[in-house]
Nanobody, 115 residues
């Protein structure tokens, strides 16, 4: 099992940047596929980015070129660097981990982008 704790959310102006961090506990962190999801008020939760144990990544088309997901297995941490933020990026961002069909979720961190 893995426990996930997000940090780094906040309020920024459009065009600004934030870096989210997700600290994970667990002895096999490096084997997990890690990701970030987000949920805006009144909208469905969506996948933002995912990084696999190999380092391969996937991004939602809406964030591709602006966001970068990375992981540091030695620190049991996954990051989401968010640049050129837009008001439509406003959401609660959740760190996720997946292994062998089991999914784990952090508590979420609020990102608010003002126009």
């Amino acid at each position: 099992q893995v426990q996930l704790v997000e940090s780094g959310g906040g309020l920024v102006q459009a065009g600004g940047s934030l870096r989210l961090s997700c600290a994970a506990s667990g002895s096999i962190f490096s084997r997990y596929a890690m990701g970030w999801h987000r949920q805006a008020p009144g909208k469905q939760r969506e996948l933002v980015a995912r990084i696999f144990s190999t380092g391969s990544t996937n991004y939602a088309s809406s964030v591709k070129g602006r966001f970068t997901i990375s992981r540091d297995n030695a620190k049991n941490t996954v990051y989401l660097q968010m640049n050129s933020l837009k008001p439509e990026d406003t959401a609660v961002y959740y760190c996720t981990g997946s292994l062998s069909g089991k999914d784990y979720w952090g508590q979420g961190t609020q990102v608010t982008v003002s126009s």
